[in-house]
């Protein structure tokens, strides 16, 4: 093998990533590139990352494509000198150990049919669904070469199949899911069903014994879970959200698509979505959400509040920083909510890790405020202000929004009175937050306004029993009632 061919590979960001969807190449084959130049942009499940090149060369090839998912580990293209030969390339991407199978390898004009795939055997020979082989012509359907030679292989029109790759391209795995879903065999396999095999070996994933054994009786691949389980292990949630995700009802065939209305407009979901819908579904299949509802009065805390700003020009403390201050302190004293549940084993934390839910483009991301037990007011301030500054430019590294042993939802600047948030696995624990308003209320045995907001904690009872639940919001209460009791 030429020592001078170097790769281009998936890393690796953060402990739960073990795939990535491709964004945006910076640079295209032919290319001469130094050490530290951008390559590719990738989409984890809550940030986009971008691969800077540790080699100087030229881009040789393109192996993934924009809209396409690959693990860690895989090849994403190849960077060698000039003088490589084209032979020499093409047999470094078949040997690659760490590649998934080559979807696309976008070449350079002298470097045309590097990649020259063997015939398929009569015996694995695609089985054509002749439900998707009609249609007008599909030449001006954009659709990634290997795609299109797909689709000619299962006789399949590419206008019935929808996109979902770079704006709307059809891409490999859109192709390979609609004749999947259509009833056809997939080239050189005997079902419709991946093969652990196919996806790659996953037997150096670490993972609880419990999700391994399920993983095994599921068929599925271990590369295919997210990590949220203690000492970074895939645990058997995880597991169940993939098996969730595969139990989802195909969409990728036109055949059982309602038509196009000329004034609607697909589109395509974006990585970040995916990973917060299977979550999200896991969850709620999984962890019995056992919720209860307490109001609070603000009216001492809003006073406080003002005196803290008034005489402090240089910081602005916010509701939300009293109610991250206020659920610190009510963790510390109610310390069996202040866990994580991975499934089999409870984790509990000494330290009240909250995390904090952010809206940003495509969905919403949850910053942590480690330790926000043993923090003032402003310096919770200044570190939320911070994080969520840097959610919505995705500049976050994913220690900054990875774990948490406690999660707040607040609607309330939307003016919502009240809700219902989802558990944020493998919490087992989150706090959503409705708007504060002026209501009446009876005291001392007389009709009074005050300033109230309505708090409901949804907890995983499982773990968390109705009473331990109770006694929280009932401290996180008194602490927002009274704040001078948690700044002491």
């Not at 202000?385 to 309330?412: H, M, V, W, Y």
């Amino acid at each position: 093998m030429n020592n001078n061919i170097k790769p281009i590979i998936m890393p690796k960001w953060g402990m739960e990533m073990s795939e990535g969807e491709i964004n945006t190449w910076h640079v295209k084959v032919g290319d001469h590139i130094i050490v530290e130049t951008d390559l590719v942009d990738v989409e984890t499940a809550k940030i986009i990352n971008t691969v800077a090149a540790s080699d100087s060369g030229v881009v040789r090839a393109i192996v993934a494509e924009p809209g396409e998912t690959h693990i860690v580990g895989a090849l994403l293209g190849v960077i060698a000198p000039a003088e490589v030969s084209d032979e020499e390339i093409k047999t470094f991407i078949n040997s690659f150990s760490g590649s998934n199978q080559v979807d696309v390898l976008e070449e350079a004009p002298s470097m045309t049919d590097i990649v020259n795939e063997p015939a398929v055997a009569a015996e694995q020979q695609p089985v054509k669904t002749d439900i998707l082989s009609a249609g007008e012509d599909d030449s001006h359907v954009s659709a990634s070469p290997v795609a299109r030679r797909l689709a000619a292989d299962y006789g399949v029109n590419l206008n019935n199949i929808s996109g979902t790759g770079r704006h709307g391209r059809v891409s490999k795995r859109d192709l390979e899911a609609a004749v999947t879903a259509a009833g056809g065999r997939l080239i050189g396999t005997n079902n419709a069903v991946p093969s652990r095999e196919k996806q790659g070996d996953d037997s150096h994933v670490k993972a609880t014994p419990v999700a391994r054994r399920l993983a095994e009786e599921m068929g599925i691949n271990l590369l295919e879970c997210r990590v949220s389980g203690n000492r970074g292990r895939v645990c058997k949630a995880d597991v169940e959200a993939v098996a969730a995700m595969r139990n989802k009802v195909p969409t990728q065939t036109a055949v059982s698509a309602a038509p196009t209305s000329s004034s609607s407009t697909p589109i395509a979901i974006s990585g970040m979505r995916k990973t917060i819908a299977e979550r999200l579904q896991a969850s709620k299949q999984t962890a019995p959400h056992f919720r209860v509802q307490i109001d609070a009065e603000l009216d001492n805390l809003l006073a406080t509040r003002k005196q803290i700003n008034d005489a402090n020009t240089e910081v602005k403390i916010s509701v939300n920083d009293f109610i991250i201050k206020a659920c610190a302190s009510a963790l510390t004293r109610v310390p069996a909510v202040n866990v994580q549940f991975d499934g089999e084993r409870v984790t509990q934390f000494a330290e009240a890790d909250i995390s904090v839910a952010v809206a940003i483009k495509d969905g919403l991301i949850t910053p942590i405020i480690p330790g926000a037990n043993r923090k003032g007011l402003e310096v919770i301030s200044h570190e939320m202000r911070d994080l969520a500054t840097r959610a919505k430019l995705n500049r976050l590294k994913p220690e900054e929004f990875q774990g948490g042993s406690f999660c707040i939802s607040n609607l309330g600047m939307y003016g919502i009175k009240q809700f219902d948030a989802i558990i944020n696995p493998p919490q087992s624990a989150i706090l959503a937050v409705g708007s504060g308003e002026r209501r009446a209320v009876v005291k001392n045995g007389e009709l009074a306004v005050a300033t109230v907001v309505s708090l409901t904690l949804s907890s995983d009872h499982r773990i968390i029993d109705g009473a331990v639940a109770a006694e929280f919001m009932s401290v996180l209460k008194g602490f927002l009632e009274q704040p001078a009791t948690m700044l002491i």
